[in-house]
């Protein structure tokens, strides 16, 4: 059978092989979301870090078969090209995981509402423990613009940063747990800190090559830079998705030779 052309039937059987060898943990996993939602069904900053931070965890451990010998082996013995694999691993760490939240975030929603409003309705409880509320629908209200009004730029902004800092912590994270043997999320996260240390450091060292001693702090000139400088990041942000996934692709050649 040739494996070195990207297949969707392979892809789908692999999608097949993750749910039936991990569906309990996957069950579990969610169940323990929903539960949590439950409780932060009304904090918007609460439920957009869970997002973040479970989302980080879940990318860094989701490769972790492959630094075992055992279930390393048999995985790279799967008739599948790497692209294949790691397109599984992407759509799994990225779309499944956003999908996914959204839904237990329904259910712990719709759940928590429920026993709040039941307990508030026993005599057994104090008052200012449970009171009844209205089922609200907090996280898709502040992520959804305002229309037929005039688009609120602001909450826009908010919306695309949070996906943009999504997929990037999602891809990153993704890469440092094929990388890494061991405690991949700590150590993709310390690396993270190293780097932007690094990156301070250059950048300040670059600022007072270039501007310290031709321009006046304050001045025209140094703001211009600083806004340069800072559209240049934002541009690489989304350049750094893609560019962890293909260094993912090459790690897990990598990893398997």
Do not use: C
């Not at 949590?36 to 439920?47: E, Q, S, T």
């Not at 026993?115 to 009844?132: E, I, K, R, T, Y």
């Amino acid at each position: 059978m040739k494996t070195s052309i990207f297949n969707l039937r392979r892809v789908g059987l692999l999608f097949q092989r993750y749910f039936i060898e991990r569906f309990l943990s996957e069950l579990i996993y969610w169940g323990i979301m929903a539960i949590v939602f439950m409780f932060l069904r009304n904090n918007i900053p609460a439920m957009f870090g869970l997002i973040l931070v479970a989302g980080i965890f879940y990318a860094a451990r989701f490769s972790k078969e492959i630094h075992h010998s055992g279930n390393g082996v048999a995985y790279f013995m799967i008739p599948a090209t790497q692209l294949e694999k790691l397109t599984v691993s992407i759509v799994m760490t990225s779309l499944y995981y956003f999908a996914m939240m959204m839904v237990v975030y329904v259910i712990g929603n719709l759940t928590g509402t429920f026993l709040n409003n039941m307990l508030a309705s026993m005599d057994f409880f104090p008052n200012f423990l449970f009171h009844h509320s209205s089922l609200q629908w907090k996280l898709f209200e502040e992520a959804t613009p305002k229309f037929p009004e005039v688009l609120e730029l602001g909450n826009m902004h908010l919306i695309v940063f949070f996906i943009i800092s999504f997929l990037v912590n999602q891809s990153l994270f993704l890469f440092g747990g094929i990388y890494f043997n061991k405690n991949q999320a700590l150590k993709t996260f310390l690396a993270i800190i190293l780097f932007y240390i690094f990156l301070v450091i250059l950048i300040r060292f670059e600022v007072k090559l270039m501007i310290e001693d031709i321009v006046h702090p304050g001045s025209e000139d140094v703001k211009s830079w600083s806004r340069a400088v800072v559209h240049t990041v934002k541009f690489f942000q989304f350049l750094l998705i893609p560019f962890f996934w293909v260094v993912s692709y090459f790690r897990l050649t990598e990893k398997q030779v």
